[in-house]
């Protein structure tokens, strides 16, 4: 077993870490992890339903999509991530029940490390780590698994989803976050849910309240773990003393591997917002030279149909700037280049650019 702080604040390499550590290694692994703003969104869902794009490019927060499905989460560095990785048979997977998956199995170190900080903390619902703050339970940690056949020789893995693999090496991933001294309000904002009626091919997200593990570690315990550093450093020793494996730092030969593999997959639009970018949705605004309602599909990341409806008044066909705008990449920087080939308010009397693309964006 290896047990490993990963030193990188890189979403897309730390993700990439993910994958390539599954894919090419053969013992158990634990690690600790944290990202720079970051929303990670589950394998199954929309990007463009789970979070406010503008919001994420406006503020430098990265949107990666990971292996494991459930819904989106914000990360920061108040946030500690770990990852356990155990091939079937491994010591981490002894105890996991036969057929499916565990999330009490890995979340069990976590909970025991923060009960020795005074934190009372118990896996709740489906997959969150809570406390009790003030009565109420709030979420301090999502959790997101899933079984995974590694068959081929080049390291390629054959995601399995909730079932069993069948052939060749059978390894089951855990992650989860751990909320330290997270911004709630990056948080918010990126992951804001937009009020238009929006109809998403993608699993949706479900929203717990949280709060922040410093906010409720005993007043004995805050020099000792004043911050997500030492925090993480502390849960890496907790976990190497139940297995007796001492801490070590990332090993530097994964290093190639990995940063190939963020470069070809983890930092592209293809795989982190086209990949579930389907959905239609209607909208409606009212300004100051009238109503626009808007009625549009994407698919695959690409704005498949597009209509312009309202009491706006133009001189040119509205028709013709929707369809300028079909077959284009749902992207604020790609449409804002598309707009700014025409004359906006020809086609609707009185509106910007600015006006369109927060009617296109939501």
């Not at 909970?111 to 709740?124: E, F, P, Q, R, V």
């Amino acid at each position: 077993m290896k047990i490993y702080i990963n030193e990188s604040t890189d979403p897309y390499y730390n993700l990439a870490a993910e994958e390539y550590l599954l894919c090419h290694t053969s013992g158990d692994i634990f690690f600790l992890w944290r990202n720079s703003p970051t929303v990670v969104i589950g394998k199954n869902q929309n990007a463009f339903a789970e979070i406010d794009t503008r919001f994420t490019k406006e503020h430098n927060i990265a949107v990666v999509r990971r292996l494991t499905g459930g819904g989106a989460v914000f990360h920061d560095l108040g946030n500690v991530n770990f990852t356990f990785i155990s091939p079937a048979g491994g010591e981490l997977a002894e105890g996991i029940r036969e057929g499916g998956l565990d999330f009490g199995h890995f979340t069990r170190p976590i909970i025991d490390a923060l009960n020795s900080l005074g934190i009372k903390a118990t896996l709740t619902g489906r997959n969150d780590i809570a406390v009790t703050v003030d009565g109420e339970e709030r979420k301090i940690s999502g959790n997101a698994q899933c079984v995974y056949n590694v068959t081929n020789s080049d390291g390629r893995n054959n995601d399995t989803g909730n079932d069993n693999a069948q052939n060749g090496l059978t390894k089951t991933l855990h992650h989860g976050t751990l909320l330290f001294s997270a911004d709630f309000s990056n948080m918010q904002g990126a992951l804001r849910v937009s009020p238009d009626k929006l109809k998403s091919k993608g699993i949706k997200s479900v929203r717990s309240r949280v709060a922040n593990i410093a906010s409720v570690l005993p007043e004995c315990r805050r020099a000792e773990i004043s911050d997500a550093e030492k925090f993480m450093k502390y849960i890496a020793g907790y976990v190497s003393n139940i297995y007796g494996v001492p801490v070590e730092r990332f090993d530097e030969s994964f290093n190639a591997g990995i940063e190939k593999l963020a470069a070809e997959k983890y930092s592209t639009d293809e795989w982190n917002l086209r990949r579930m970018g389907s959905f239609d949705t209607e909208r409606q605004r009212r300004f100051s030279f009238g109503s626009i309602e808007l009625r549009m599909s994407v698919t695959e990341g690409r704005i498949a149909a597009l209509e312009f409806g309202g009491d706006f008044f133009g001189i040119r066909d509205v028709g013709e700037l929707a369809s300028r705008l079909c077959g284009v990449e749902y992207s604020p920087d790609i449409i804002a280049a598309a707009l700014d080939t025409v004359d906006v308010g020809e086609y609707i009397g009185g509106a910007s650019r600015e006006d369109i693309m927060g009617l296109i964006f939501g």
